[in-house]
């Protein structure tokens, strides 16, 4: 509320004025790291961004019982491998993971059925180590094309017997 104008006013207590403020200049992205063109980069060792795809860690722990691994391999070197498959799934998708990704990315690579001894063999070298090394996680999603990628699960089942076809090899 104001007070009335009898009331004696002190210098600090009467409104101050603002100062203005000028217009921004125009921006424009010329630093070297700003992106030139819309969307997300693609292109060799750019991996598939998505929305959330940390999600798929918490959902791969629900297969932590159901994974049929051969003799030597590391439950964690196979849910790192799996992980780029699922995510490249979802990126594709637009979305973040889901369940369906990560039980695609398991099936194609025989994690949910005890393997064929050629598939095994196949896939160890493969996923060797893959809990520690980037390059080697992409590599594992790298074979899978986006024709096996867009398949149900189901299809992959279905298909697994052939499982080569399914590949980029």
Known sequence: MAAPEYVPVSLNELPRLKEP??????????RPADLKTPGQPRG???????PDQGYALKLARRFDDRLVLADGEHKEDVVAGCLGVATKRSSLFGRAPVIHDLELAFTLWG???PPPEYLAEFRRPLFEGARHHYW???????????????????QVRDRLPDWRSLLNL
């Open 21 to 30: 403020i000028p217009a921004p200049a125009p921006w424009k992205a010329d």
């Open 111 to 113: 994690f949910l059925t």
């Open 136 to 154: 080697e996680q992409r590599q594992i999603s790298d074979l899978v094309p986006e024709s096996t990628i867009l398949m149900t699960p189901a």
């Open 44 to 50: 060799p060792k750019f991996g598939n961004p998505g």
